[in-house]
């Protein structure tokens, strides 16, 4: 297998997990909140996926558990953020810290346990296409996320929900004097982002490399949390910047491989130091993040 | 005939606050009917009241006779009561069809067909695909009202609705309320402009201190009656025109430019004024069109290097706000809290924010006793009333805490002092005394620049007038020799401008 075969091959697998992440912050962002502790969400799903699958055998428990775990713990921040009216920040960081002190104390009994992945399935016709065929065998949560991506921009840009959510983002106080009820549409977007949290970490970790170590999620909530705002909370651009993470991260993965004289602890720094440039550059763009930014972002909220 | 809407003793309490009081109020059929009272009287809380935004603390709201308890505005619309607000509920990141398509159910592009057939009935015409972002503020009046009138209204609230318009749009304004009235919609004005009232309304619930004080025929009562109903005491009479000489040249633009990269925000183009010592010159205009980054160059929150600006002799384009300061020059930001002040902090603290150079200072720590003595003086110069230097700025009320920092500025002996927006939501009382101690000082000598969205205002108080227009600004209009409708061209751009001439 070729450099390029392996980037295509692996590329869409090595930025799920990131992409589920971001996906489910770029919601929650959109309706005014900051959720912080998107790391220890994912480190609970994985832990909690992982445990599952094992134990029943079962990918499709794994997640369910993962997504139920993530979705719970978030709800505790939505609690007190929306509840008590504490600061977004602090309380994203004291989740995602609860998180990943959870996980670690679910998964000591498992750790070093392996289980199985999941089959790749190839699209028919395209997996057939010279240079790029590798790009189209991957396994099912791959493609459902995809699809998922493109549901939630329909969804954003085309229905009244996504206009509802948008709004609350944008002027919640504007949202209430119309009549939206703008907590529980908050905590309702805190739990659908929890829930994809957690299974982007169980994806890490029951099918991305099927085993249990803790702290395996090592840092990837970061990067989605960058990626949303990367994205400028624009689906499209969210997705497109995942797949970039994901084909850099084994790009250096095959540059060691060929024996390039670099220390490896640089190259591995390369993926996370394109994203903050590619960061920096589209965020000097002044005009495009105000018009995207999302007004209320992080601001409390009381009737 | 039944009352279309009646409040039967309806009170709400916000905190320490009576915002409402044991109100009663009759609305009748294809009636406009006034809700008149100043900053602060409890209009907006009644109206909210109606809207089912909040709910009463006590007494019966009766639709068509009959009791309803409403719990939010969709179970107000769904009754019939739609409502246009002061500040606008609309999202600026939305479209005007999003925007609407958020309350009015149906597919967008019927909604878009049925948003221009509006348009053209009522003389409400706007973009339907145009952001919200990008439309003026009277265009974003007409799309809160379309928004209205799609849901078949039986009765319309307006919320202040004339406080944003220049007046050939209030004309406007007015014609299409008279259509909806001639169609059978109710209409509740809340208002505190006294020849609106009496120009537009038939009925008038007056309100004071969240009570109701009386119910009229606007059109039977000379504004003199209504101010008194609506203040508690006759008027404060108003100020005497004096003409005095200027002096030398204070402030000096010169073919001002100013590229705004922000989106929402407003580019200046070729602004030239001066403004004399010993004369107050008005920028007339609809908040909007480039005041905030007009005051922002000035002030030098936003320093822009060149000598386009010269105040006080100098060339200050490099010169940052300290310094501009130190110089003699003085301002009075729009924004009272956040700007003018800090919420939090006591008045003592928040005086010695710009009166540090008055010996409230030595040696990098503040003193005390001085800085209380400042603010004390200050406090009672300027007839702020609060408990004392100690007091939360937050909890002053916006008139008091305008006479404070006015007040704080004014003891500086500023010889250019800039003012936004001197009597933004202050009381008719407190903004008089604030008028006459900006003509006080300039009869004194001082250089001022007032930034206003008032009218009247300008005209009671300016020499001169500009009208600032999209970023741009009208020639000098001197105040004795200009009439409103000349300005108000100009607030719609359709005056005579320099460049349009050239």
């Known amino acids: ?303 | 005939m039944t009352a279309l809407l009646s409040l039967q003793s309806v009170s709400k309490r916000y905190g320490a606050v009576q915002a409402n009081a044991g109100i009663n109020l009759v609305v009748d059929p294809g009636s406009i009917h006034a809700i008149l009272g100043e900053n602060g009287a409890g209009k907006s809380t009644l109206m909210k009241l109606i809207y089912g935004v909040e709910s009463p603390d006590a007494g019966v709201i009766l639709w068509k006779g009959q009791p309803v308890n409403l719990s939010s505005p969709a179970e107000a619309r769904a009754l019939g009561i739609g409502m246009v607000f002061q500040h606008f509920s609309l999202f600026e990141t939305l479209t005007v069809v999003q925007n609407i398509a958020l309350i009015v159910p149906g597919r967008k592009t019927d909604l878009a067909r049925r948003i221009r057939t509006l348009g053209d009935e009522f003389g409400l015409n706007v973009d339907p695909e145009a952001m919200v972002h990008a439309l003026s503020v009277g265009e974003r009046q007409r799309v809160e009202i379309i928004r209205c009138l799609l849901l078949n209204p039986e009765l319309l609230i307006l919320d202040e609705p004339t406080s944003v318009l220049p007046p050939q749009s209030v004309a406007r304004l007015f014609e299409t309320l008279r259509a909806l009235q001639a169609r059978g919609v109710a209409i509740l004005f809340i208002s505190h402009k006294l020849e609106e009232i009496k120009e537009l309304c038939d009925t008038a619930t007056i309100l004071r201190g969240g009570q109701v004080t009386g119910r009229v025929d606007p059109r039977g009562h000379s504004a003199k009656d209504l101010a008194t109903l609506m203040i508690g005491r006759a008027m404060p009479p108003p100020l005497p025109a004096t003409v005095q000489a200027v002096g030398e040249v204070r402030l000096e633009l010169s073919g001002l430019d100013f590229v705004n990269d922000d989106p929402f925000g407003v580019s200046l183009s070729d602004i030239s004024l001066r403004v004399h010592s010993g004369e107050i010159v008005g920028i007339a205009g609809i908040s909007g069109n480039g005041q905030q980054e007009l005051a922002a160059l000035i002030s030098g929150e936003v320093v822009q290097p060149g000598d386009m600006i010269r105040m006080l002799g100098h060339a200050v384009g490099a010169v940052g706000v300290a310094q501009r300061r130190k110089m003699g020059f003085a301002f009075v930001p729009e924004e009272r809290l956040g700007r003018g002040a800090v919420p939090e902090m006591s008045l003592a603290d928040n005086a010695l924010l710009t009166a540090h150079g008055a010996g409230l200072v030595q040696n990098g720590f503040i003193r005390r006793t001085p800085e209380r003595a400042y603010t004390a003086a200050c406090i009672a110069r300027y007839d702020v009333r609060t408990p004392g230097p100690e007091a939360e700025a937050g909890a002053l009320s916006g008139g008091n805490l305008q006479k404070f920092i006015m007040g704080r500025e004014m003891m500086l002996e500023p010889k250019l002092l800039l003012v936004s927006q001197p009597t933004w939501g202050v009381d008719i009382g407190a903004a008089t005394d604030i008028r006459q101690r900006l003509v006080a000082m300039r009869n004194a000598g001082a250089a001022i620049l007032v930034i206003s969205e008032e009218l009247e205002e300008l005209f009671q108080i300016c020499d001169r007038l500009h009208v600032l227009h999209k970023g741009h600004l009208s020639p000098c209009l001197p105040t004795h020799a200009t009439t409103v409708e000349e300005v108000g061209t100009y607030m719609i751009g359709a005056g005579k401008s320099p460049e349009v001439a050239a």
Request: with cysteine.
């Open chain 1, 1 to 303: 297998m070729n450099a390029v075969d392996f980037i295509l091959a692996g590329m869409l697998a090595a930025a799920t997990p990131m992409l589920l992440a971001a996906l489910g912050e770029m919601v929650v962002e959109r309706s005014g909140v900051l959720n912080l502790g998107l790391e220890g969400m994912m480190a609970l799903g994985a832990a909690l996926g992982f445990i599952t699958t094992y134990t029943y055998q079962s990918h499709a428990l794994g997640f369910l558990a993962a997504g139920l775990g993530g979705a719970a713990l978030s709800l505790v921040f939505a609690l007190i953020v929306l509840g008590f009216v504490a600061n977004q920040v602090a309380a994203g960081l004291a989740i995602g810290i609860l998180g990943t002190g959870l996980s670690a104390l679910f998964g000591k009994s498992f750790e070093s346990l392996t289980i199985s992945g999941l089959p790749k399935m190839a699209l028919p016709l395209l997996s057939d296409l010279p240079v790029v065929a590798a790009l189209f065998v991957q396994d099912v949560v791959v493609w459902l996320t995809i699809a998922l991506a493109l549901s939630i921009w329909a969804v954003m840009n085309h229905s009244k929900l996504g206009l509802i959510i948008r709004a609350v983002g944008e002027n919640p106080h504007a949202a209430r004097a119309i009549g939206f009820r703008v907590l529980p549409i908050r905590c309702a977007a805190i739990a659908f982002g929890g829930a994809l949290a957690g299974i982007a970490g169980a994806y890490a970790s029951t099918v991305y490399t099927p085993l249990w170590a803790d702290g395996m999620i090592a840092g990837r909530g970061w990067i989605a949390l960058a990626l949303v705002v990367f994205g400028t909370w624009q689906t499209g651009r969210v997705v497109f910047g995942a797949f970039l993470f994901g084909a850099l991260s084994l790009g250096e993965l095959t540059t060691q491989a060929a024996g390039v004289n670099i220390p490896s602890q640089l190259l591995a720094c390369v993926p996370y130091i394109v994203t903050i440039l590619m960061l920096a550059v589209i965020s000097s763009n002044r005009r495009r993040m105000r018009l995207n930014t999302i007004a209320s972002l992080g601001q409390p909220f009381e009737k």
